[in-house]
């Protein structure tokens, strides 16, 4: 029996050719530098910050290249997906703003000429592929039972061997076509493999963009292609997968790469053009103990990306972290280029790191602070009130019952040459500026500093508030304050007071020290100057009275 009448019998319903497909998804009409690359998840759960790296990386790296990034789903382990996981995954890229070319936009819909995008759905074109390998003598049908398998590790274990189905290990790679198609014939179920013809003793090179030339040995492992249920391995489906959907680039992470034999096999075996590899290395962390382990998606929080957004921390400086993490001369360009986008920073494969990336998440947030002083207080207004709606909905009653309010609240110390930067993220902000609500000024706690007898505070109070005029400007304001310190015995020059500070009871600081505690129970806040204005006198009695 042919190998031609084996295929038939084993893939009675395929009608297409592989140079069908070919004149179906044709070269695509781009530059010859441009980089076409995909992410490529599995709807397992969350997508985590590896993954979103991966698919940062990926979309940088088209944009550069007038490229096309597109979005494939890889969902052939159905024991591993999770309901919803596509719509999960789908909702993670849009929140973080990585948009997509081509690719699915939800289990049902999705734009571009190279679909469908969703591995499930092309099991048609796969077997048109194993077809063409088993009539070729590239693939065979094995009717390995689970018990023979153990079987075949037990002896090799026993004889010290590697483990694997291979050479004279691989029982059904030497069984006659006539007795492989009485099997099937009889109903007995089979799943497809490679008939390798690699070496293990000679060396493959793998030129990575990343990595440089890695050596590896020649695959020679009968590796399953195609499931007994139909369903192809992720080895045998992204390689036809990227070959009709003409992709450049593979961009995935470093536990693939002892896989990359087999993988440049199954693109020579068809004679495709093998697309360049980018293996990415792991995220990693260093945890209490000190030690450098990979970020876990079951130990670290910040591994899930759902926790930036319950932490509402900016998506735009999620991006910048990311290209810090991405390439190392990101973050000098970053200071050079101070209000330039990301977009006019050219991404390098080879300035990634080979050995892994350190996530810092003290430094994430750093580049989060920067960047939300540089935005405008509406901006910011806008974000937390987003934020909370989902997250705190008392700060967005209150956000929603004062707008103008809360703006001016946000904009203090704001638009200067340097501006200030308390804000981490948008659910940091309620703790920085609660005191300014008078339905949040309760269960006070207050932090004060040199002077704490209550009779000399409120007797600061009461002669300041006398003074106090809402339209003075801030050097009348302040002169004000150095008159409190006249009337009660406290040094109104700081000079004077450094030079004999026995002859004072304190000074105009320590006084400014309890006009900011009675109004905000804090010792350090923005401007006194700016908080007393938008409080306004009548408030500021209030306050002071509830001393």
């Not at 690719?103 to 063409?132: C, D, M, N, V």
């Not at 930036?308 to 991006?319: D, N, R």
């Amino acid at each position: 029996m042919t190998n031609k009448e084996l295929a038939n019998i084993m893939y009675p319903d395929v009608s297409k050719t592989i140079e069908d497909y070919e004149k179906m998804y044709p070269k695509r009409n781009l530059d010859d530098k441009a980089v076409v690359t995909r992410f490529a998840p599995s709807p397992t759960g969350f997508v985590h910050m590896g993954s979103l790296l991966a698919a940062f990386v990926s979309r940088k790296a088209t944009k550069d290249t007038n490229g096309v990034f597109y979005l494939r789903i890889e969902d052939t382990d159905g024991k591993r997906s999770v309901e919803n996981g596509i719509e999960g995954i789908i909702s993670d890229l849009k929140a973080f703003d990585i948009k997509i070319d081509e690719g699915a936009l939800s289990e049902t819909e999705e734009i571009g000429e190279y679909g469908p995008y969703i591995q499930s759905k092309r099991i048609e074109i796969y077997h048109t592929f194993a077809k063409w390998l088993v009539e070729n003598d590239y693939a065979y049908p094995c009717f390995c039972s689970e018990e023979e398998l153990e079987e075949i590790r037990t002896l090799q274990e026993a004889q010290k061997q590697r483990i694997g189905y291979y050479g004279k290990y691989a029982k059904y790679r030497f069984v006659s076509n006539e007795e492989k198609a009485k099997k099937i014939q009889n109903g007995e179920k089979f799943v497809l493999r490679l008939k390798s013809t690699g070496d293990f003793n000679k060396r493959i090179v793998i030129n990575d963009l990343v990595r440089g030339r890695i050596e590896y040995p020649e695959n020679d492992i009968d590796h399953v292609l195609i499931k007994s249920d139909g369903v192809p391995v992720y080895h045998f489906a992204h390689v036809v997968d990227d070959h009709l959907m003409h992709t450049t680039h593979i961009s995935r992470g470093e536990e693939w790469l002892p896989s990359t034999p087999l993988h440049i096999e199954l693109f020579n075996k068809f004679g495709f053009e093998v697309p360049k590899f980018c293996h990415l290395g792991l995220l990693m962390k260093i945890d209490d103990e000190g030690v450098r382990r990979k970020l876990s998606k079951r130990k670290d929080p910040e591994a899930a990306v759902s926790y930036y957004h319950e932490k509402g921390i900016p998506v735009e400086a999620v991006s910048l972290y990311l290209m810090t993490i991405a390439n190392s001369n990101f973050e000098g360009w970053m200071d050079a280029n101070f209000g330039k986008s990301i977009d006019e920073f050219k991404f390098d494969y080879a300035k990634m790191s080979k050995s892994g990336s350190l996530f810092d998440v003290n430094k994430l947030l750093n580049i989060s602070k920067n960047y939300i002083s540089r935005l405008k207080a509406s901006d910011v207004y806008d974000a937390t009130l987003n934020w909370a709606l989902d997250f705190d909905k008392e700060f967005y009653d209150l956000l929603v019952k004062y707008k103008d309010y809360s703006i001016a609240i946000l904009n203090i110390e704001r638009e200067q040459k340097k501006p200030r930067k308390d804000f981490e993220s948008y659910s940091s902000i309620k703790s920085y500026i609660w005191y300014m609500y008078d339905e949040l000024f309760t269960n006070l706690n207050y932090e004060w500093q040199n002077i704490t007898d209550k009779d000399e505070i409120k007797k600061i109070l009461n002669i300041y508030l006398n003074k106090y005029d809402i339209n003075d400007d801030k050097d009348t304001w302040f002169n004000k304050m150095k008159e409190v310190c006249d009337e009660l015995g406290y040094a109104s020059d700081m000079k004077k007071y450094k030079e004999n500070p026995n002859d004072y009871k304190g000074n105009v600081a320590d006084i400014s020290n309890v006009l900011r505690v009675a109004l905000t129970t804090k010792a350090m806040t923005p401007d006194l100057y700016e908080i007393m204005k938008l409080l306004g006198k009548e408030k500021m009695e209030k306050r002071f009275n509830m001393v």
